[in-house]
């Protein structure tokens, strides 16, 4: 075959490869705050038995990043906001933060990583500008270092915004960014734009409703809303819609209203609110879907679905900070272990979620509190527990709610004892506790096992490696890039 018509066959095979990652809009986030993490490897099994196409990471963790290796999952990955001071203040760390993270498993290593998110909600009213003067000369760093690498048309930039960097007095159509960020985001506008890179956003609308006792919960939903927002010729039905359209709105009062849009997070937690639960969850998840594979788009941009929507987040994370609420560590729509909670039709393909395989469990033990023991001296024990372990799932919201001070003192126990891993002296608590072979859990209220961490593998199901045909269609498609990029085409 001549070398043009191979050329033309391995390109045609690349986009043949990049074509069902195309279609997919909805990703998911995936968090590792948790004192029970499923190896990397179960859990991209697990995004490929849900086909899911996309996923964002907050760091860039090796061995997750190993994993995804020829899953042929597209990967945002994350500069932390620690390390946004370095990187804009030395091209060579940045050039070195991308060489290790980015460089190395690109390619032959067939990760396909297609944006890095530097800092994470950089903006946030409560960090006070900490990192706002860091985050355009890192972004310059990080694009020197990527077309020094031959990455800069392939790896965008973009930074994860919370809604808050912009607000309206009344209506969408007043949408415009705080007064100390116009000039900033004006430059990361201008950058985002010269490069296709889409404007990340992360919507919620959930602590709308918790924060504010006259937010109209229907409102928060996507079924229409007895609480309609009128905005001149459009009509909100949903605070997605109206959130959307207000950043909508402050883009174009600073020239750029047309600039991709994507959500970087957006979801409703299972418990630890009043507003939290499954029926909830499920509700606004589902209709989020619904509304965007619908491509109906919103009322400025009708037609016109987000770029990409990143669900929060596909697994609980029980170590995160409760000082939000409880409800901070049940957003997934799966538990810690891969174990959907509800039923969802994510639009990829599958009906349902389909559960993690091959879990690594701890052995079937658990920790109660001694039937045979007085626990009158139980209180400090409990504060011990509770403040390592989560407990959250106790309080009015959770699904452990109610069980009575026996429960509540095993659930506390058992919590620490999986912590650590099962260590015979974690469930001595005084004497008050004890180990038991017979699950305790009740109703709704599961009493977990934890995970053992020393299976916890970074090698996926497919052995860390290309897996078959996915596998070797990324990196053809990949080098098929790079070789029309070298020869002046792409």
């Known amino acids: 075959m001549a070398a043009g018509g191979l050329l033309r066959a391995l390109l045609v095979a690349a986009l043949c490869a990049a074509a069902w990652r195309a279609e997919a809009a909805i990703g998911v986030n995936w968090g590792t705050v948790s004192d029970h993490r499923a190896p990397p490897g179960v859990v991209v099994d697990l995004m490929r038995a849900n086909r899911i196409s996309k996923v964002k990471l907050f760091d860039a963790d090796p061995g997750v990043l190993r994993a995804l290796a020829g899953s042929g999952i597209q990967i945002m990955v994350g500069v932390t906001n620690d390390e946004l001071a370095s990187i804009a203040g030395s091209q060579a760390a940045a050039d070195d933060w991308v060489a290790q993270n980015v460089s190395r498993y690109v390619g032959r290593g067939g990760v396909d990583i297609r944006y890095i998110a530097v800092g994470n909600e950089p903006f946030l009213t409560s960090y006070q500008g900490q990192f706002q003067s860091y985050i355009i000369p890192a972004m310059t760093n990080i694009q020197q270092s990527l077309v020094k ?12 915004c919370n809604a808050d960097a912009y607000q309206s ?14 000039q900033i985001m004006t430059q990361l506008a201008a950058f985002l734009s010269s490069s296709g890179a889409p404007f990340v956003v992360n919507i919620y609308p959930f602590l709308s409703l918790y924060q504010s006792s006259d937010f109209p919960q229907d409102y928060a939903f996507f079924e229409g809303s007895t609480h309609p927002v009128v905005d001149g010729p459009n009509v909100y039905y949903n605070a997605f819609d109206g959130n959307f359209d207000t950043l909508v709105s402050a883009l174009s009062k600073i020239g750029y209203g047309n600039l991709p849009i994507a959500i970087g997070e957006i979801g409703w937690p299972t418990e630890g609110a009043p507003s939290a639960n499954l029926t909830a969850a499920r509700a606004f998840n589902q209709g989020l879907i619904n509304r965007v594979t619908s491509n109906k ?19 609980d994370e029980e170590g995160k900070s409760i000082l939000p609420g409880n409800f901070e560590r049940h957003w997934g729509i799966f538990s810690f272990d891969g174990q959907a909670k509800y039923p969802l039709n994510l639009g990829l393909g599958n009906s349902v979620l389909k559960n993690a395989k091959e879990v690594p469990y701890l052995p079937s033990r658990w920790c109660v509190a001694n039937p045979a023991q007085n626990l009158d001296g139980v209180s400090d024990h409990m504060k011990l527990a509770c403040s390592m372990a989560d407990c959250t799932t106790l309080y009015y919201g959770g699904s452990c709610y109610g069980i009575g001070e026996k429960g509540n003192v095993s659930y506390a126990f058992n919590s620490y004892y999986q912590q650590q891993k099962q260590d015979p002296k974690s469930c001595d608590f005084g004497g008050l506790g004890m180990i038991t072979y017979l699950d305790p859990s009740m109703g709704e209220c599961r009493f977990l ?34 070789y029309l990029r070298m020869m002046g085409s792409a």
């Open 169 to 182: 007095a009344s209506v969408p159509s007043q949408g415009v960014f705080r007064t100390e960020l116009t």
């Open 149 to 160: 690498a031959n990455l800069a048309s392939y790896v965008k930039l973009v930074v994860p």
């Open 297 to 315: 788009g919103t009322p400025l941009r009708p037609g016109v679905p987000p770029a990409d929507v990143y669900l929060f987040s596909l697994l």
């Open 449 to 482: 096992v934890g995970v053992d961490d020393s299976k916890n593998s970074a090698v996926a199901s497919c052995g860390g490696g290309c897996c078959g045909v996915c596998c070797g269609m990324w990196v053809l498609a990949f080098w098929v890039f790079m």
